[in-house]
């Protein structure tokens, strides 16, 4: 595994709007940035945490299960 926790981040945010653009808006990046970065997390996974119907991105289970777990590595990140 080797990925930031500015990508963290990121995926929380694009799991939270289910859409790239609001993501790269609230977090002040333009879209393709953002969509680098997400596309750098994914790859550290073997299944899928987004499926793409239509326009729409919707979170898998799987990424679900990912959102809980760095939800919770942000919030010791932040007691750090």
Request: charged fraction near 25%.
């Amino acid at each position: 595994m080797n990925f930031t926790i500015h990508q963290l981040r990121i995926f929380l945010e694009v799991a939270r709007f289910q859409s790239v653009t609001k993501a790269a808006k609230e977090m002040y990046m333009t879209q393709p940035a953002l969509s680098i970065q997400l596309k750098n997390f994914q790859t550290q996974f073997d299944i899928a945490l987004f499926d793409k119907i239509g326009k729409r991105i919707h979170i898998t289970d799987f990424g679900k299960s990912i959102a809980e777990i760095a939800e919770n590595i942000l919030k010791e990140a932040d007691t750090l």
